[in-house]
């Protein structure tokens, strides 16, 4: 993607299901899991880059036993740090204590981070600091083991103050207003419900405090506590959590917004946000890796019993196609297909934009996640070009020289990599005029390849703030002198802010917005701005179920092709010599490429959530006052 977008975070949980001497004893260490949830993390990368958790539990440990380890880092490679950390400590250990090396019971015991139970974060802060106290996993400690709670997740929550009120409403106290603190907190209130209430009823039937302790881990229902917490949450989310006995569970949103992929056997449970990282990473089938629904958690209770339970009512299923347009692992079986899919799907419009003439045009892409939608639309070009081949040879019968067919069959859509990404390059200064010279050389282009006369159609995963194709890519593609530069987007025009876990928080900063408002005015019709505005006013004390987004009104005096041609124009520079087009998926052949995948509030402004029309009504005002606030 040539604008910088960033995802929330992935998650990645490993629960060891026999003891961790049959690990030893099959794959030749006790840090089986250890090491596997460092592939896990490192696969998901892609999905947070700010920084880096891990923590892990052991089980059935003796008082006075370190049970719990946890280490986070917001160094430059997080998730290497963390590691670098884990190893360090672990080897240090080794050899202050040889006798340790191949007895696993010493090792469970006196070496941090070995644990049957274990939970990895990545991160991408969409805002508040990017310290290591924001870091996940989020800890919250108890002298009773039970009441520990570890959880980190892949989440925003739209209503936030409301939940944040419910708790001040139980008495408690957050150290903290921030989705996280307020979930933990939510969920370890029920929690120390629960456990408080299982040891009533078991001093009721004679156990003593210490050997009520296994009852409590048998008895706690995770589900319950998850029903009674998760009640009144409004957002995306797959959230993972792990009791300090053991117990481990991960929910999902009842929409089914944020990914969550399980697979279990009789040695393991692992889930994670992407598929394809737990196939690589325990080299497992395709169909044997799970899609978690909508609403449903995966609970694995410290005796080692799984199961799939449904918490919430799920609702419509509306999966973010956000992740399989750019931010999920084109690894994916399903993924490659639905992307590959998208770039079909736009050669129609492209042969229209080039007038059909293939042999002028030069097909290219914007490194490096297009590169899948790019394959699809060079097939489709391709089966164009081998059409107008029969054609031209049918047509020419028999008075077609051995050479002429030659020359008609040679024929082939022209195919060159143009556009470079400086991977060392970073936008690192924030200051806008020295940013924005930095950002005219993030990507470098191929010379010598493109005549005065070619079109040259280039393809990006997205357009949401238009910013580097404005800065850098346009004005770079424009040195070669091509006749028409055509910016094709695998996805539709991004025209409302998202609230479940992408940093796209206010409506300004997204190009389609910044060219309806421009439509507007030349069609004297700003006045329904204000409008707009005052109706959204007019919603700030109505329930979220009641509320409606009424900035699409912004948008509906205008066609997807009048909005693609004032992007174009807003994105050319005035320096830029050849013609430049945009050309925009259309929401059907969204819906047509990832029909499991029908999340497409950013397009077309129908949240999945009821609070999400409260948060673009609210970003909505945040732009109209000039308030730079957040709308969530």
Not at 268 to 283: H, K, Y
């Amino acid at each position: 993607m040539s604008d910088a977008l960033k995802h929330e975070c992935g998650i990645a949980m490993i629960r060891l299901l026999k003891p961790l001497e049959f690990y030893k004893e099959k794959y030749g260490s006790a840090f089986y899991g250890v090491n596997k949830m460092y592939l896990m993390m490192e696969k998901q990368h892609n999905r947070g880059q700010d920084g880096a958790g891990f923590a892990s539990i052991k089980l059935d440990t003796k008082p006075g036993e370190r049970y719990i380890s946890r280490v986070r880092s917001v160094q430059q490679q997080p998730i290497q740090d963390i590691f670098a950390q884990i190893n360090d400590r672990i080897n240090k250990e080794l050899e202050a204590h040889p006798e340790y090396k191949d007895d696993v019971a010493a090792q469970k015991k006196n070496i941090p981070y070995i644990g049957e139970v274990l939970l990895g974060h990545v991160r991408y802060g969409t805002f508040g600091k990017n310290s290591v106290e924001s870091v996940h996993p989020f800890l919250r400690q108890n002298n009773w083991m039970h009441r520990n709670l570890i959880m980190a997740g892949n989440f925003n929550m739209t209503n936030v103050k409301e939940l944040f009120g419910n708790l001040i409403e139980l008495g408690q106290h957050p150290k903290e207003y921030t989705d996280t603190i307020t979930i933990m907190e939510k969920i370890g209130h029920f929690l120390d419900d629960a456990v408080s209430k299982i040891y009533k009823d078991l001093k009721k039937e004679g156990y003593n405090k210490q050997n009520a302790s296994p009852q409590i881990a048998e008895r706690l229902k995770v589900g319950k506590i998850l029903r009674r917490a998760a009640k009144n949450w409004d957002g995306g989310y797959a959230m993972a959590g792990l009791i300090g006995h053991g117990d481990a569970f991960v929910l999902r949103d009842p929409a089914g917004i944020r990914p969550a992929y399980y697979y279990k056997d009789d040695e393991i449970v692992v889930v994670a946000s992407e598929r394809p990282v737990i196939q690589t990473v325990f080299n497992v089938d395709f169909n044997d890796v799970k899609e978690l629904d909508p609403g449903h958690a995966i609970i694995t209770k410290k005796s080692g019993k799984v199961a799939i339970k449904k918490i919430l009512e799920p609702l419509e299923r509306k999966s973010c196609s956000f992740e399989r347009v750019y931010f999920s692992r084109g690894s994916d079986a399903e993924i490659y297909q639905e992307r590959k899919t998208l770039g079909k799907l736009l050669m129609p419009k492209v042969l229209e934009a080039i007038n059909n003439d293939t042999k002028n045009t030069v097909f290219s892409y914007i490194p490096n996640t297009a590169e899948t939608s790019f394959f699809g639309m060079i097939e489709t070009a391709d089966a164009f070009i081998n059409k107008t081949k029969t054609a031209a040879i049918l047509n020419g019968q028999r008075s077609l020289s051995a050479e002429k067919v030659t020359e008609i069959l040679s024929e082939r859509a022209r195919i060159e990599k143009i556009a470079i990404k400086d991977v060392k390059l970073r936008t690192f200064i924030t200051e806008d005029s020295s940013r924005d010279d930095l950002v005219a050389h993030v990507y470098d282009v191929t010379y010598g390849v493109i005549k005065p006369t070619d079109n040259l159609v280039i393809i990006d995963d997205s357009i949401v703030r238009g910013t580097t194709l404005k800065m850098s890519i346009l004005k770079m593609l424009d040195r070669l002198n091509p006749k028409k530069i055509i910016v094709v987007s695998s996805a539709p025009q991004i025209r409302y802010p998202d609230c479940y876990g992408i940093d796209m928080a206010n409506l300004e900063s997204l190009v389609a917005f910044r060219a309806a408002l421009e439509l507007l005015k030349e069609a004297g019709k700003f006045d329904i701005v204000k409008e707009v505005y005052e109706k959204c006013l007019t919603q700030t004390d109505l329930e979220d179920k009641l509320v409606k987004n009424f900035v699409k009104e912004i948008y509906d005096p205008f066609t997807d092709e009048e909005i693609s041609d004032k992007i174009a124009d807003l994105l050319s520079h005035e320096s830029i010599k050849a013609e430049v087009k945009i050309i925009f998926q259309s929401v059907e052949n969204l819906h047509k490429a990832c029909p499991e995948h029908l999340g497409d509030w950013y397009f077309t402004g129908d949240y999945p959530t009821v609070g999400g029309n409260r948060v673009v009504n609210r970003a909505f005002i945040n732009f109209y006052e000039g308030n730079k606030e957040r709308a969530y």
